[in-house]
């Protein structure tokens, strides 16, 4: 997280500062984004960026939180409050759904994601910290599933939630393979529920 001496910035230098860093990780991937660029752009010296920041991959995730917190807005909480009018298939398509509203609304946003997605070892370490949460938000859907009766009740919620975060992540092997993000992509998410829904089992 950021140092006290930046959150104690006005807010228009706080915002510069991340801009001045969209534009850096944007344009390209996180080991090849550099510092003095971020300052420069920014208006300040190079020495102040370590005033606020420890260092590069701290300033890169504080940004990949300020995008997880924006993403989460744009989940239909009405919908997940009033989840007893829906059932928890419609609840979880909806969770993707999101995803994809946000990159509409975020073009800015959507190649810091996609660059970060192609290095394994850097997206497992920034997205690892939010995996717990991920499994509890799953976990919680389940129950919920569990108890209307539309989710099979012989099912272990945590082991299930563990392996829909896990699919989550092979998701952007897809939607992301040609090097871009499609905004049909959402045919690749709806193959997945199916799946989800219906198992792989041939019915007779």
């Not at 393979?177 to 959402?186: N, Y």
Request: glycine share 6%; proline share 3%.
């Amino acid at each position: 997280m950021p140092k006290d001496t930046f959150f104690n910035l006005p807010e228009e230098k706080r915002e510069r500062i991340i801009d001045a860093a969209i534009d850096e990780f944007a344009a390209y991937p996180y080991h090849q984004a550099r510092v003095t660029v971020i300052a420069d752009q920014a208006g300040i010296a190079k020495g102040s960026f370590y005033q606020y920041f420890e260092d590069k991959k701290d300033l890169f995730k504080y940004l990949m939180e300020l995008m997880v917190e924006k993403k989460l807005s744009y989940i239909n909480h009405d919908m997940v409050e009033s989840r007893e009018k829906y059932g928890f298939f419609q609840l979880l398509r909806e969770v993707y759904l999101s995803g994809i509203r946000f990159a509409k609304d975020n073009p800015r946003l959507v190649p810091i994601g996609m660059k970060m997605a192609s290095d394994k070892e850097l997206y497992h370490e920034i997205y690892g910290e939010h995996l717990d949460k991920g499994v509890d938000f799953f976990k919680q859907l389940l129950e919920y599933g569990k108890g209307q009766g539309t989710v099979d009740p012989a099912i272990d919620p945590a082991l299930v939630a563990k392996m829909l975060m896990g699919m989550s992540y092979s998701l952007i092997d897809f939607i992301m393979e040609d090097g871009k993000l499609d905004f049909d992509d959402m045919k690749i998410i709806d193959q997945m529920l199916h799946f989800v829904e219906n198992g792989i089992k041939k019915r007779v």
